[in-house]
């Protein structure tokens, strides 16, 4: 089953490539690895949920905001390579989270954009991964994506 078949039947679409927010591109290719921008879990050109997670949003609701920009992500990466087939690995993702001070659960946050990552891509979704804790985001975004994926 193709990634965008996996997709169909998780009953997602991939969204258009988030436009660049700044002075940046939203996928770079070097070789084998194709590196992205970091993505916030834009819809439609807006932000779902804003704030902090741990204040404003709760763990499920940051999982699911980690999920669109894991969502984001593919999307930016299909851009450079024009297949999602073409992925061979999801070599790491690093997912930061907006977080109040005394918030601690980033991982599981961070949870919502590996799991999606595995359910499309399979066993090359499955990556090293760092969850990061920040003060802020741009937007007032609660979770941001970046991926590096290895492609034939």
Same mark, same amino acid.
């Given at each position: 089953?193709?990634?965008?078949?996996?997709?169909?039947?998780?009953?997602?679409?991939?969204?258009?490539?988030?436009?660049?927010?700044?002075?940046?591109?939203?996928?770079?290719?070097?070789?084998?690895?194709?590196?992205?921008?970091?993505?916030?879990?834009?819809?439609?050109?807006?932000?779902?949920?804003?704030?902090?997670?741990?204040?404003?949003?709760?763990?499920?609701?940051?999982?699911?905001?980690?999920?669109?920009?894991?969502?984001?992500?593919?999307?930016?990466?299909?851009?450079?390579?024009?297949?999602?087939?073409?992925?061979?690995?999801?070599?790491?993702?690093?997912?930061?989270?907006? @977080?109040?001070? *005394?918030?601690?659960?980033? !991982?599981?946050? #961070?949870?919502?954009?590996? &799991? %999606?990552? /595995? +359910? $499309?891509?399979?066993?090359?979704?499955?990556?090293?991964? @760092?969850?990061? *804790?920040?003060?802020?985001? !741009?937007?007032? #975004?609660?979770?941001?994506? &970046? %991926?590096? /994926? +290895? $492609?034939?």
């Amino acid at each position: 089953m193709t990634p965008e078949q996996r997709l169909a039947e998780l009953g997602l679409t991939l969204p258009e490539v988030v436009p660049p927010l700044a002075a940046y591109v939203p996928a770079v290719r070097t070789g084998d690895l194709v590196y992205t921008s970091g993505q916030v879990p834009l819809v439609e050109g807006k932000l779902p949920l804003v704030g902090k997670v741990g204040a404003e949003l709760t763990v499920d609701e940051g999982r699911e905001m980690a999920r669109i920009c894991a969502l984001n992500a593919l999307a930016a990466l299909k851009s450079e390579v024009g297949d999602l087939g073409r992925i061979v690995r999801i070599v790491k993702a690093v997912v930061f989270v907006a @977080s109040d001070p *005394g918030f601690t659960g980033q !991982p599981q946050v #961070a949870n919502g954009a590996s &799991e %999606l990552l /595995a +359910e $499309v891509l399979g066993e090359a979704g499955r990556h090293a991964r @760092s969850a990061v *804790g920040v003060a802020s985001l !741009p937007l007032d #975004a609660p979770v941001e994506v &970046e %991926l590096i /994926a +290895e $492609v034939s």
